[in-house]
């Protein structure tokens, strides 16, 4: 069975190239467009894993993070997406739960070989 | 007249009378009797004339005991009461008068005691007054001084001459290059500008401001100065104060800033161009052939690519000057934890356990908009979750520290606590009104977290300081001298105009102490100077902050025996400056004030002998310790340094370096200063008549050796 991938950012280009590169790779694609949808789709597509932007309209990011660790599946997979990348932020989304966290811009190659690696269950 | 004196004349004139007494007698008796009896009465006293002198004698004699009785007990006894008492009066209150003698005078005795006894009480109360209110008023000056030294602004308060009466340890910091240009009793306008002053001072006597903002570069820096006129009592000019801030730094962070915005708009508009061209071509000319198609694939790649680098780069320049950097402090955590215990426990009601933290951090913050807002969320939790204990603790992460405030109970969910982060901090702030925009300010982040059933925490993430801040600079109220030094309000009454140097009181002249270390003891066939150290004496004080050390390099090698002595390596002196740049700054440093040596002869030949090389010339006056000491102590011969300092009990540390030699000279000038004042020497030109009656006397003698 594919692996199910919930995109969560609310920049409708970046999320183009996101579900592009997912389903090219044969992942189920899914995305929500702020932190609020975020949790409603978790729940109902129940994603092996999440990419999840921090800049978002309503709950940030860490909001979401942070939810759906207290609710969510234990093996759940989140990286976190983020254009501002400061150290305390890094060390938050880490506290928070996160698997990974990666900054904007980052090369698409890269992305698509950190989510395959946690999807095979590393770290 | 004395004593012997009135004693004789008392007893001639008591003689004299008792005779006349008894003359008279003899005559009444005399012309009384008959003639008959008269021939008996001279024939009897014929007869009887030894027994007759004889009588006269003793009448005499005890006439004479009895006046010397008298004289002991009403006259001698009151003398030596008056003697008594005025020792009493002047040298000795504590002297009681001997109750002895006769009932009057030992009244009168007792009636002195009397009054000695309330004298020396009245007395010892006022010298009580006068050292309690002595040691509050010094008390206020070393908390004054301790108070400046703390301060991170520079402060110079000078009289209306302009001669600085305090500064504190940042304006020497700041402004002493070159060196000597800050001390006590030296002139302010080799720092500021007289005119930039005189218009600050007349701006605010016209305005209604208190003290006026003035902007100057000195050097390489660019400082903000802050003048406020200081009023006498009649209101007219007593001096100024002023403040300077170094806002190079300021100045910087915005220069750099702006370069910053620029990099982000300009430089980022050609890889734009590249990218938008490349992506317009593609989509006008969708036939083109697959290799150009690829070749405008890549450029646009590599465009995308290079923008990602230079926006890495600017956010990694920019994290220290995107924020207000200058809101923020070094602080140590131990201070903030207990600044925020205080606050917590004053403010929010909440009773504040602060965990000791094991090793010492300096964080970056801005305490008081920290402790602000941690107080509000301390009061949020407090009065909506019935909070009543918070755990304080910081601890180390990489570069940032952790600040938690933990309490029992379930943690906060996202939202509430982001709803508290948002609501207003109240009035009084400056920059950030809520939780959120002071976090957001120190590039710091907040959570919320629970502590596997232990209670919850929020965690605050804060900068730590790049570099830990030198040791705070040390108190000069608690140093090793009482008083501090960085301080003379005696001078704001100092003489205004001076007379020539030879008409002023040793006393009330600045003398700069120096001593030079060379390479050997022969100016004229080679001999440099290798190290140079001199401090300041300005009203009757040593001023060990005002100092002047400097290695010199002497060009040429250093005798064996002379590096015995000083223990100055050649290899020490390499790369040292050299004569002409040291010699200009000695000047300055030197300037206004009479030089004092120990065989000072010695040192000046250097120093003449640079003359023509230099520039420098040094026409102030000179006093030679050595010819000073021989001077106050002319029966001993032994004139060296050691010798004086046991005599005068001056302790001798730190010797044979430049520095040291001039220091101990300074002390044992000002004793030597004291004893010439007391033989009379009081101008610089009796000083100088002195040591040089001295010198020819010495010479004379042969005794004028290197001391």
Redesign the interface.
């Known amino acids: 069975m594919a692996s199910k991938v919930l995109i969560v950012d609310d920049e409708p280009n970046i999320v183009t190239s996101l579900e592009f590169l997912m389903r090219r790779k044969g992942y189920e694609t899914r995305v929500a467009a702020d932190g609020d949808l975020a949790l409603e789709e978790a729940e109902r597509f129940q994603p092996d894993i999440v990419l999840l932007d921090v800049m978002l309209p309503r709950?940030d990011g860490?909001?979401v993070c942070?939810?759906l660790r207290a609710t969510g599946r234990s093996d759940l997979k989140i990286v976190m997406l983020t254009a501002k990348?400061?150290?305390?932020?890094i060390?938050?989304g880490m506290?928070?739960g996160a698997d990974a966290y990666v900054t904007k811009?980052f090369s698409t190659r890269e992305l698509v070989d950190r989510v395959a690696h946690l999807l095979e269950g590393g770290s | 007249m004395n004593a012997k004196a009135k004693f004789a004349l008392a007893l001639a004139i008591l003689s004299l009378a008792v005779g006349a007494g008894v003359a008279l007698l003899a005559v009444g008796v005399w012309s009384s009797v008959s003639p008959g009896d008269q021939a008996v009465l001279t024939r009897v006293l014929r007869e009887q004339a030894a027994l007759v002198a004889t009588g006269g004698l003793l009448l005499l004699a005890g006439l004479g005991a009895l006046v010397a009785l008298f004289f002991r007990l009403y006259v001698a006894a009151p003398r030596r009461l008056a003697t008594e008492t005025r020792l009493i009066a002047s040298a000795n209150p504590d002297h009681r008068l001997e109750v002895r003698g006769p009932g009057e005078v030992r009244e009168l005795a007792v009636a002195v005691n009397e009054l000695a006894d309330r004298y020396r009480s009245a007395r010892s109360d006022v010298e009580g007054q006068i050292a309690a209110a002595r040691a509050d008023l010094e008390q206020e000056r070393n908390r004054l001084a301790a108070l400046m030294s703390e301060l991170t602004l520079a402060v110079l308060v000078c009289n209306v001459e302009g001669r600085i009466l305090l500064y504190n340890a940042a304006a020497r910091q700041l402004l002493d290059r070159p060196v000597g240009l800050v001390g006590l009793g030296r002139s302010v306008f080799g720092i500021v500008d007289r005119s930039l002053i005189a218009h600050a001072l007349a701006c605010v006597r016209d305005g209604s401001a208190a003290s006026h903002p003035a902007m100057t570069a000195r050097g390489d820096k660019l400082l903000r100065v802050q003048i406020a006129p200081v009023a006498a009592e009649g209101g007219e000019l007593a001096g100024f104060v002023l403040t300077l801030d170094d806002m190079t730094r300021r100045a910087e962070i915005s220069e750099r800033r702006d370069a910053l915005l620029r990099a982000l708009t300009e430089g980022t508009r050609a890889s734009l161009a590249s990218i938008r061209a490349a992506v317009e071509s593609m989509l006008d000319y969708p036939e083109m052939e697959p290799e150009q198609r690829r070749r405008f694939v890549e450029i646009i790649r590599e465009e995308?690519t290079g923008?990602?680098a230079q926006?890495e780069r600017a956010?990694s320049e920019s994290?220290g000057y995107l924020h207000d950097q200058w809101l923020l402090a070094d602080m140590l955590d131990r201070e903030l934890l207990t600044a925020l215990g205080r606050s917590l426990d004053g403010e929010a009601g909440v009773r504040a356990s602060i965990d000791e933290p094991g090793d010492e951090r300096w964080l970056r913050v801005d305490s008081f908009a920290l402790v602000r807002a941690v107080t509000h969320l301390a009061g949020r939790l407090h009065a909506e979750r019935g909070v009543d204990e918070i755990g304080l603790a910081v601890r180390g992460?990489?570069?940032?520290a952790e600040l938690d405030l933990r309490w029992l109970g379930a943690p906060l969910d996202?939202?509430t606590l982001?709803s508290w982060t948002e609501q207003p901090l109240g009035p009084g702030g400056i920059g950030a009104a809520t939780l959120k925009e002071v976090v957001e300010r120190h590039?710091?982040?907040?959570?919320c977290?629970d502590e596997a059933g232990r209670g919850a925490y929020v965690?605050l993430?804060l900068?730590l300081a790049e570099v830990a801040p030198g040791p705070p600079p040390v108190n000069p109220a608690v140093g090793d001298q009482s008083r501090p030094e960085f301080y003379d309000f005696d001078l704001f009454g100092a003489a205004e105009h001076a007379p020539a140097w030879d008409e002023r009181r040793l006393d009330e002249l600045a003398y700069t102490v120096f001593d030079t270390e060379t390479t050997g003891l022969s100016p004229s066939e080679g001999d440099e100077i290798i190290s140079m150290g001199a401090v300041r004496i300005v009203n009757g004080r040593l001023l060990r902050q005002e100092t002047f050390e400097q290695l010199v390099d002497p060009r040429r090698g250093v005798s064996a025996a002379s590096q015995r002595v000083h223990g100055i390596s050649p290899e020490l002196l390499r790369g040292q400056p050299t004569i002409e740049e040291v010699l200009p700054a000695f000047a300055r440093f030197a300037s206004d004030t009479v030089l004092v040596g120990h065989n000072v002869a010695f040192d000046m030949r250097f120093l003449q002998l640079k003359e023509a090389q230099t520039g420098v010339r040094l026409t102030q006056p000179v006093l030679d310790t050595l010819l000073l000491s021989a001077v106050v102590h002319p029966d001993h011969e032994e004139h060296s340094l050691e010798a004086m300092a046991a005599r005068l009990g001056v302790s001798v540390i730190g010797r044979h370096t430049a520095l040291g030699d001039a220091i101990l000279t300074g002390e044992i000038f000002l004793k030597l200063l004291r004893l010439l004042v007391a033989q009379g020497v009081v101008t610089l030109r009796e000083a100088r008549e002195a040591a040089r009656r001295t010198y020819q006397a010495r010479v004379s003698n042969s005794l004028y050796t290197r001391g």
């Open positions: 709950r860490f909001e942070q939810q990348g400061r150290e305390t932020e060390a938050k506290a928070m811009p | 995308a923008l990602g926006v956010m994290s992460v990489g570069r940032h996202a939202e982001r590039g710091g982040e907040l959570w977290q965690r993430l900068p």
